[in-house]
């Protein structure tokens, strides 16, 4: 104790305390940081050696012409090195990879992989670099989910830019946030995990994979559920709304109008 | 049919005659002995020989009135249920997805009101579908009445009791928007939280005054509450009965026609014909409302969750009547360039900021409504008319009229529109940016463009009914006379339809007055080139001479061989 009083005055003391201060913010983050790739596999775990070798024989034959020969990207598309299998699943699995033209955003259309195929594509990119894995089966579960929790949730994080009933909405310079009635579960899922196109990321420490199960609870439910007031008119709020009774509700009265008055004079 | 006449007067005999009646039947019994004690004879005498001219375009003021008892009605109903209050609670009604979840009773019985309790949800959707179409009928009601002007004098003030009506009915819709206390009705009360504090000085004074301290605050819903059921409702009855009372004052407008004249309104009385059709289409209005109710959703606020002032969701709109307030926040910049239009004003106590991207938006909406309200008086001293006016204008005789007024409706569709620019931007797959600039580019060029094109159509449309006047209509049957001429047949118009077309008013443009000093001032001047825009380009209806010389270009007859209606009729009319 005696001796720290005494060094602390020594020149050479502040350098110290920074590198100290560093170290512990740094080591700090790098724990942190991890908690989120807890889902991250080696890609050695799940998928065997010859699942990566065909999905480079397709990746070189379908995707590198944007993504570069071994992924690394290029000015037409980004690196996938470090991407995951998740984002793989997601995008090849809606459709939107291999991208029919290049635009705002990538637009969802019939898969143009198996599902083999796109695991090998999967394997291919996660052997490139550790990334957020395909989920697991649990998290997928609908049934254990809680809905109320999930649409909390969901209000709070996605229907800014996706609806309050998941119907969609519009991003700035042609962009949207696509509804999501529809949307595979995993697909779901990995496109939290990974945010594709203009879409934030939602780590496992932002929420936790037991929360995203509440969300995907919450939108299946949403998905399954009859509209209780009858034709939900596009679950687009009050613009619809003011469209029908300006279309059908004016046609009505002006049709009953002109019939009550069609015998004057 | 039947006319009206201006007074009825009774001799002392008929009155003793009613005094000594002796009724036959049973019913009659009944009915004398409640009319000696309630008087109703002299009501129905009185008001049920009321004329009312038959015409689909005079039955949107009825709408509006009977959507405002059905929204009077549903929302009657609505209040046994619903309870304004801000306090926590945590939802365990039916709906599942939202059980456990912590909101407002004022929400969680709005809930209540949709899934526990026998046609409350029928009953919220009726009183929100007929709030949305008490609105319209009201905005269309009102423009009939601009494009007939049917405004003018002696109607000025019931018009100024329509568009107060029209506020009040904003208002109305606004504040039961806010009610159910859901994340789309809350945004809209932070909206109008937002445009309340950008008031320079006493913004914020207003929004305390009005929220009982801060955004959101436990006071609010309560408020506006009260607003909601009591005293915007009972605002609105008072003026519906002075409006009422003074269209029965001035009598019912009509349409140019053979037989109407300013001193006459030719129609059917309300008692019976026009209280049956009348009473009848109360319950027409009911059904297509209750048809709407039952068929399709509205409001469906167990999908924006309680009221949380973070969260902001895709497509918050409000209803279509508060929409422009929105579109017009929407089209305005927060910057031009990278300046930024917002600054801050230094004051000794530190500067006030100053919201100059909305207040901005405060003058189209000052400029309609204000310009609503003293229209009348504004197109009196450009045309200079002082004269009463029974018969309507057809719209097409009145070109500068109908071209401002077109002008001013696609300027309030623009700012209309841009509300839902999002919507625009997703469903035709556009940019978003770009569609607000369109819209940004439409608020200026829109009026300018439309009321050019306005008035020119409506000057071809007086020059195809000079033709048809001097001409008749095209038969559709092309002659071959005996030296082998081909001609097409034309068919003179009816007596009826005739007069229509060339009794009407065309004022010319009236030079300049000048004062008192004999000096033209600067309004005069101005008064004179709005003059000059509104009557310069002129159609002149056709005139009697037109249309005898017309008349013998005609291979069979002339003026003396028709009948002496035809020409009579245009006399009779000229100016």
Redesign the interface.
Known sequence: MKALSQKRRHPLAAVALLLLGLLLTGGLYAAATSINEAQASNAADVYSASDVEEGERLFVANCATCHGINAEGSDAGPSLIGSGAAAVDFQVGTGRMPMQMSG?QAQKKPAQFNDEQTMQLSAYVASLGSGPAVPAAEYLDVEEGN??RG??LF??NC???????A????????K??PGLDGVESVHIYEAMVTGPQNMPEFTDANIPPEDKRDIIA?LK??ES?S???????G?????S??L???T???A???G???W??SR?? | ?SSQSLESKYTEEQYSEVDQYQPATRTGKIANYVDQRVGGTGMVREFGRKVFP????F?FGE?ALYSFVITVISGAFLTFWFDPSMASTRYDGAY??????EMSTAYATSLEL??DVRGG?FMR?LH??AA??FI??MA?HMLRVFFTGAFRKPRELNWVVGCTLLLAGLGAGFTGYSLPDE??SGNGLRIIDGMLKAIPVVGTYISFFLFGGEFPGDEVIPRLYSLHIFIIPAVILILIAVHLFMVVTHKHTQYPGPGRTERNV???PIGPVYAA?AG??FF??FG?LA??A???????L????PY?P???????????YI?WFDGLLRLMPGYIGDIPLEFVLPTPWGGNSVATPVLVTFIPITALLLGLFVWPWIEAWITGDKKEHHILDRPRNVPGRTAFGMAMMIWYFVMWAA?????I??HF??????VLIWLRVLFFAGPILTFIITKRICLALQRKDREIVLHGNEAGVIEMLPHGEFREKHTRVSDYELYTLVSYESPEVTAARPNSRGKVGLLEKSRVTLNRTFFEDRVAPVSREEYIEALSHDDHGTAAELPAGSVGAIESKKN
């Open positions: 705002p809905i109320a649409g909390e209000r709070i229907a800014m830019c996706h609806n309050a009933a119907a969609g909405g519009a991003l700035t310079e042609g949207y946030a919450f439910n949403n559920q509209a209780p007031g009858g034709f939900a008119l679950s687009l709020g009050p613009v709304e003011g029908l009774i300006w059908l509700g004016l009505l009265l002006i009953s109008m002109v009550l008055t004057s004079s | 049919m038959d015409h689909w375009t039955m709408v599942v997805p939202l059980q456990g979840v949709s899934f949800l959707q929100h579908w949305l179409m319209m009928a269309i994340v789309l030719v129609g059917y059709k009848g289409f027409v209005v297509v048809l709407l039952g068929t399709f959703q509205i409001n469906a167990w999908n924006y969750g949380d973070s969260p902001v969701q895709a497509g918050t709109q409000p209803d279509w929409g509300a839902s620019s999002d919507l931007a997703t797959s556009l940019s978003f940016n770009d």
